[in-house]
């Protein structure tokens, strides 16, 4: 980016480049380029994206970091030197998702709570425990990075935090980087249905807060950060309906295959 391109960028963002980055802001830094390998499908959503610029200054535990402005523009600045390409550019992706729809990625803590335990899910303290827990089954299974695991987000060094509550977003940001990753849902994973998301509730909360849900750029006309029944937990509707033997699209059987509705 030159410096015409940044001195446009609107002021809250361009003075919080200039404090992280320095003076020169990222009109020092070299742009990722359109065609890069590994671009999350997430970026489709991203409205309020501004710009992925590599930072050769990060230091080697760096791998990525998001700055935001109040409005929800967003800029990514990645370590070129990183280790899985693709899931930090995913990870970071969410928070730009977040900071674009709720202004701040970490709102997603709070709205977690609030969506997850209407129904009795757990507090976002005891799903960070239980990810922290089971991360070596998502380092063999999923491909979380050895370094997250043992120092990172899923350490056991951030049970010893006071704020350790809070950290439930920065871990679901790499989770929905691993889904991509694996090109495989989270939730499907019987294990992670076993011991990490273990109710209904947790499962719709966690699909409501992660990946292309928080902009709702898909099939369905629905608002952003809602759950919705899944396939993998059928509403009680759905278990009706194949209890009395209708197709999952609406039709009745042997009768012209016509919609119901």
């Known amino acids: 980016m030159d410096k015409d391109t940044f001195n446009k960028l609107p002021p809250e963002l361009k ?25 999350p499908y997430t970026q489709a959503g991203a409205s309020q994206l501004q710009g992925q610029y ?27 030197e990183g280790k899985q390409p693709q899931v930090t550019r995913a990870h970071e992706m969410e928070h730009v998702l977040a900071d674009q729809g709720l202004g701040s990625g970490s709102k997603l803590n709070s709205l977690w709570d609030k969506l997850s335990t209407q129904d009795g899910g757990a507090y976002r303290g005891e799903i960070v425990k239980r990810l922290i827990e ?17 120092a990172g987000y899923f350490s056991p060094n ?33 294990y992670v249905r076993k011991n990490i998301f273990t109710t209904k509730g947790e499962r719709e909360t966690y699909n409501a807060l992660t990946g292309l849900r928080q902009s709702r750029l898909d099939a369905k006309d629905l608002p952003p950060y809602t759950r919705q029944d899944d396939k993998t937990d059928p509403s009680a509707f759905q278990k009706l309906k194949a209890m009395l033997g209708f197709a999952d699209g609406g039709a009745v059987p042997n009768a012209g295959n016509t919609k119901l509705i």
């Open 15 to 39: 003075s919080g480049l200039i404090e992280d980055l320095g003076s020169a802001g990222i009109a020092a830094l070299k742009a990722v380029p359109a065609n890069a390998p590994y671009t």
């Open 54 to 80: 590599y930072d050769p200054s990060m230091g080697a535990t760096t791998l990525g970091s998001t700055y935001a402005d109040k409005t929800g523009n967003s800029i990514i600045t990645l370590n070129p």
């Open 134 to 150: 089971h991360a070596p089954y998502l380092e063999n299974n999923w491909g979380l990075d050895p370094a997250d695991a043992k």
């Open 158 to 190: 951030v049970l010893k935090r006071p704020d350790t509550h809070n950290f439930l977003y920065e871990q679901m940001a790499t989770l929905s980087a691993l889904e991509q990753a694996n090109n495989k849902r989270l939730t499907d994973d019987p």
